[in-house]
Structures are given as structure tokens and as C-alpha cells.
């Protein structure tokens, strides 16, 4: 019982992992029908600024408290991905917003080669280590070893979510966000600034970017220029599985491809009688987005939206 | 004035002068190199390289003849990004390029694909740290290498956690790579050999960093033992994780985590990790420390590999010599008949192109640095 709790909690984590940066792809897929594949890259240069930073803190004042440090790096990556992701808008779609649909998306592909080219100049090749000065306790919950970053990581996730839906459902800007998702010329008849709604939802998507790079880097106590492909794509997937769009659905989808894929790999070897061995853990997990795209196209929380001519 | 008496002519003239020699009037000779220069092994790739490029310019610095004519050895290194198929286009490239010889690649997964392509062209290949089985098992005359092979290294590693570390249950983990997957087989056949138990086997990729799951399963059936068979980019995680969660299980790995790449991604949870190497430690080298200060001064520390790179150069500079000729059939008639005292220990091959007798090395990660801990034959 205690070796499935603890896949639980491996599956919780990597999968609120996955949710935050979900939360970024849903956000302007819901107000651009945009798919904004350099947001993985995004929260990329949000881990090497935010090393960087650190080691820059570190290498000054090495008696500083390890919380403090992370913090430092956090106030600079997230102002750094900020500035990012507002240029990335302003450079790579908006001069496309009236082109066809497949024209942003492929800009978008070329902004996260670019970003990934870029850090490997910048940063170098190899993987930069996280130092360690994060406090490494662990408690039993369960039956189940949880560290104090895995809980940090899973609630904020959960904040993360709730505020962003706060931030939409109840607030002038979310008010402005959803009107922008529905018709874009019809907000701007009505006095919606588009473009600085666009931007604004760019910058809120990237900020959070930073914040998971950054986690993502301390959980896995590395970061590297390519971490951002594979993390964004499941993101992607997670995304689509909950729904794209839809904020609760990121999350749900995220914790569930997470936990998914922790019970796979965990189970996968032993159910099959060692046929199936625990690498193909990525297999089951796209096979169940499959299953649930083939059965609800919009994803498990997705609203079926009628197709706008 | 002939080629050949002009290119003696500068070549007194420099000595003379005692300036640097001029490159004029020299036949070039093209020999490739490669190994990952881009994606997650490039430090590793980038150290076969520099082996090879300082043998090369040493080679160069003392003067070459080839059939009376003054020769300048040209390194061409090439990336293959440690992918099986950039290493057949890459091998491509080196064969059309008319390069007499290649010192690569750097994994076995790339090493074995090219090899075909080299031994069709009829070029004589040495790989300085390709170690599976499957590499000089195929039938090419072309296909050599101066590190001791998985069988040899698995045996090692498998017969030391049963007999030395008397390991009751052991758990395997392997990458899927070529060198992964063939080097944890070979483990699992020396364990069931020595007597010992494999109760799990689990598999994660050369690009995940989330072990956590397999290493749950792993903890679930108790395991004392992990040995993982892969590289350091998963191996430094994989050590962070196995004490977060909570498991008691030594970790032992092999070459591709024996370096310092792992300690610093693994930090404080690297310690007490025991990892082998093939042949011995740089300063049991009979070549060792003096190699250490001389490629030190050319470009910083050493990974893991550079020492066979430069004595892979060096047998094959050396078979060139004896054969008289850049021409790759007559090289390759002499290489077999490696006899050569290298950096690393005495390099000979047998009739399959392995080197004779490798040593291998058992290292255990203390106070932060990887200390020798037993040496197998």
C-alpha cells in the first residue's frame, strides 16, 4: 500500500509540474486559439536565468539563507520571462494575427528552436546543476516519503490555477480576457484594448513560466537548454487532454497524465509479466489522451464551442 | 625544386630557425574524430576530441614522413549528436571527405551504424570508448577499439556486487541505448553467473530525468543493490531520487557515470556511489600523470575518455608509420599487428579488433570525488 501512495505522490508532482506549465499554453490557446510552442522554452530560460542569478548570489555571498537565494533568482527570471514573452507576442504573432492559423503556429516552432539555439550559446551545452541549498527534509505521509519542494510544488500549482481563475472569472482584465476569446473585434468595438489584453495574458503565461522552470530545475536539481521541448510538449498534451482553454481543465489534465504515467511505469512491467517493460510509460500515457480525444474531442473539461465560420 | 626536397628544405629551415613550423609543401593526411559536440553529451564528446587533437599536434609538432614525404595530419571532427543516424550521415561525409582513418564515435549506438559505412569504404575505425559487444562483433575487419568491452565491464560489475558487495537482491535499470541495454544484459549474466538475484529489471530513456516511478517500483520489491546502466545526465537525478525517497539500495553504474559530471549534478547524494571504469585510473596509468599536465594545459580537465582518444590517435599514427602510407588497406594491415605501450597500457587487438586483456575499475564517489576502489581483470 505504501509503494502505491507513493506513486501517488510521485504522479501528483510531476503532474502539478506539468499543470503549471499547462496553465501558460491554456491561457493563450483560450483568448488567441493560439498553440504557443516556444512557451516550453520559455519556462527554459526561466530555469538558466534563474540559476544563473543564484550561482551569481551564491559566488557573493555563500552564507546567504538557501530560500532567500531561490527567491533572488525568482525576482530576476520572472521579470526576465516576462520581458520575453511580451517580445516573443509583439515579434512572432501579432504581426500574424490575420494570417491563416497554421502561419503563428509555425513561427511559434521557430521561436522555441531559436530560444533553445540561444541558451545553448548562452548557457552552454551541458547540464547546469541546481545548487544544493534547498533544505532536504522529508516527511511520511501515508506510508508515502514527501519532501517539503513536492508540497510547495503541488500547492502552487493549486494557487496558481485558483488565482488565474479569480483572475478571469472575477476581475475588469478576466472580463476583457474572455470577450477577446469570443470575438476580438466585437471586444474592440466595445472599448477592449486587444493588443494590451493580448500582452497582458503573454506576460501573466510567461511569469508563471518562470516560477515552474525555476520549481522544475530544484525538483530534478538540474536544468538544460533542451529541458523545455519534452516538458512542453507533455504540458501541451496535458492541456489538450483537460480540455484547451479551460483552466481547470490544464490542471486536471496535468496531475492526471502525471499520475498516469507514475502508475504506468510503476505497474506496467509487473502487470504484463515483463512484455512491456517501464519505458514505454510515455506509450500509455498518449494512448489514454487518444482514448479521451476519440471519445470527447474537446478534452475532459473542453466545452463543445460551435464552429465559427 | 621537387615537392619533396622543398618540403625538407623548410622543414631544416625551421628546425634551424627554431620557429614554428610552416605548413607549405606538406601533404596533408585527413584523419576524423567523432563524437557528440551538440545536446546532453557534449562535455563527454568534446573530451574524445581534445585526446585525439592533442596526440594529432604532438604527432605533428615532432614531424611526419610518409614514403619520404613530409606530412601534416589534419583532424576533421565531427558532431553526430551521439544519434545513430547523424553518425551514418556524418560517416558519409568522412568516407566521401577521403580521410585515412576515424577515431569515433563516442557512443556505441553511433559507432556500430558508421562502422558499416567505414568497413564498405574499407577505413579503418577506432573507437576510444564505444563499448558494446555488438561493435567488433560483426564480421568488419575495419572495426576496432582501445577500451575494454561490456561483456568485460558487465562481468566486472556484476561479479563485484554479488561476490564483493555481496548484493542479495539486485535491481537493474537500463537506458535503452545500444550501450545501456547491452551493458545491463551483460550484468544480469554475470549476476545469475556469480549466483546472485536480479528480482527487477527497469527502463527509463537517455533523455528522462523523473525516475521516481521506476525507482518506487524498485523500493517496492526491496532491492539492495540498483545497478544503472546509462549516462550521467540521468544518472546525477536518478541519485538525487533514490535518497529522496527514501531507499536504501547502493547505486552502482558504470562508465557513463564515472565522472564528475554526475557528482556535481547528484551533489551531496552522489556520495557512497560506486561506478566502474574500463582500464585504470588516470594516475595508475602507466602515461597517466604526464598526459593529465599536458592536456590540462591545453584545455582544462579531463572527463573521462580523453586518455583512450589520444592512444586510439596514436596506434593508428603508429600503424600509418609502420606501413609507410596514408593508404587505409595498408594501415589497416599494420593495425592489426598493434603492439603499442599508450597512455592508457599496452594496446594489442585480437582477430575481432578488441583490446586484449582491458582492465577494469571499480570507483567509489568519496567527499565529493570519484577515489579508486578495486581494480578487476
Redo the contacts between chains.
Sequence with gaps: MD?FA??LV??L??GSIYALVALGYTMVYGILELINFAHGEVTMVGAMVALAVMGALLGVAPDLPGILVVIGGALVAIPACILLGYTIERVAYRPLRQAPRLAPLITAIGVSIILQNVA?LIW????I?FP?ILP?A?FQIAGA?V?ALQIFIVLLSGIAMAGLWFMVQRTRLGRAMRACGESREIASLMGVDVNRIISTTFIIGSALAAVAGLMVSAY???A?Y??GF?LGLKAFSAAVLGGIGNLGGAVLGGLLLGVI???????I??LTG?FL???Y?DVFAFLVLIAVLVFRPSGLLGERVAQRA | MSLHTFGWSVLALALLAGCSQKDDGKTVVRIGSVAPLTGAQTHIGKDNENGARLALDEINATGLTLGGKPVRLELIAEDDGAEPKTATLVAQKLVDAGVAGVIGHLNSGTSIPASKLYNAAGIPQISPSATAVKYTAQGYQTAFRVMANDAQQGAALGQFAVKTLKAQKIALIDDRSAYGQGLADEVEKAVRAAGGTVIDRQYTTDKATDFSAILTAIKGKGADLIVFAGMDPQGGPMAKQIKSLGLKAQLLGADGIQNGNFIKLAGADAEGAIASSPGLPLDKMPGGPTFKQRFNAQYGEIQVYAPYAYDAMQVFVAAMKRADSADPKKILAELTKTDHTGVTGQIRFDAKGDTVGGAVTLYQVKNGTWAPLATVQ
Aim: proline share 3%.
Design positions: 509503494i507513493q506513486q510521485n504522479g508532482v510531476l545553448m552552454g551545452r551541458q547540464y546543476a544544493p532536504q522529508t516519503q519532501s530534478y536539481g538540474l538544460h533542451y529541458m519534452m504515467e507514475a502508475l504506468g511505469a510503476g505497474y512491467g509487473d515483463g517493460g517501464s519505458h510509460q
